[in-house]
């Protein structure tokens, strides 16, 4: 798990465009740019196979955007394990993100990593849907998407 390189950059930003289908990411009223986030990525013989965006603020990180482009592979928990270390190197008391009412795989994996659910913004999707209207209205296990929980994993100290 490292920062990409330069070079590897324009590659992982196409990677994370495909995955979320814009570089703009709606989530809880804010347009985020995820080419203009900060990005952890995973490595692997060469090969991109995952990468987590996030921003800090007031002693809090956010995850913009996590990806295992590999699904089941133990990427998301590696991920997830540098983006704490980034957290407590940087400063933040509390990794936070968002998922939407549909996404339970997400919803799994974060609950059984530490993240307690915080808050829950019904219909913030349909909102969200004004401004990028490509966002789906049927998610995953044929579940509408409307929508949005966070999550948080408070730091302790190591």
């Given at each position: 798990?490292?920062?990409?390189?330069?070079?590897?950059?324009?590659?992982?930003?196409?990677?994370?465009?495909?995955?979320?289908?814009?570089?703009?990411?709606?989530?809880?009223?804010?347009?985020?740019?995820?080419?203009?986030?900060?990005?952890i990525v995973a490595m692997h013989?060469?090969?991109?196979?995952?990468?987590?965006?996030?921003?800090?603020?007031?002693?809090?990180?956010?995850?913009?955007?996590?990806?295992?482009?590999?699904?089941?592979?133990?990427?998301?928990?590696a991920l997830l394990g540098a983006?704490?270390?980034?957290?407590?190197?940087?400063?933040?008391?509390?990794?936070?993100?968002?998922?939407?009412?549909?996404?339970?795989?997400?919803?799994?994996?974060?609950?059984?990593?530490?993240?307690?659910?915080?808050?829950?913004?019904p219909g913030a999707v349909d909102?969200?849907?004004?401004?990028?209207?490509?966002?789906?209205?049927?998610?995953?296990?044929?579940?509408?998407?409307?929508?949005?929980?966070?999550?948080?994993?408070?730091?302790?100290?190591?």
């Amino acid at each position: 798990m490292r920062a990409p390189t330069m070079v590897e950059l324009p590659a992982v930003h196409r990677r994370v465009i495909a995955a979320w289908g814009a570089p703009i990411m709606v989530v809880h009223g804010v347009g985020y740019d995820l080419t203009a986030l900060p990005v952890i990525v995973a490595m692997h013989r060469g090969h991109l196979v995952g990468a987590v965006t996030y921003r800090i603020d007031a002693g809090r990180m956010e995850l913009a955007s996590m990806n295992a482009f590999q699904p089941r592979r133990g990427i998301g928990t590696a991920l997830l394990g540098a983006v704490v270390r980034t957290a407590r190197h940087r400063g933040a008391d509390l990794v936070w993100c968002t998922t939407t009412n549909d996404n339970l795989d997400a919803l799994r994996f974060y609950q059984r990593r530490g993240f307690r659910l915080v808050g829950i913004r019904p219909g913030a999707v349909d909102q969200s849907r004004r401004r990028r209207p490509e966002i789906p209205t049927v998610g995953a296990y044929g579940i509408a998407i409307r929508d949005e929980l966070d999550l948080a994993l408070e730091l302790r100290s190591p």
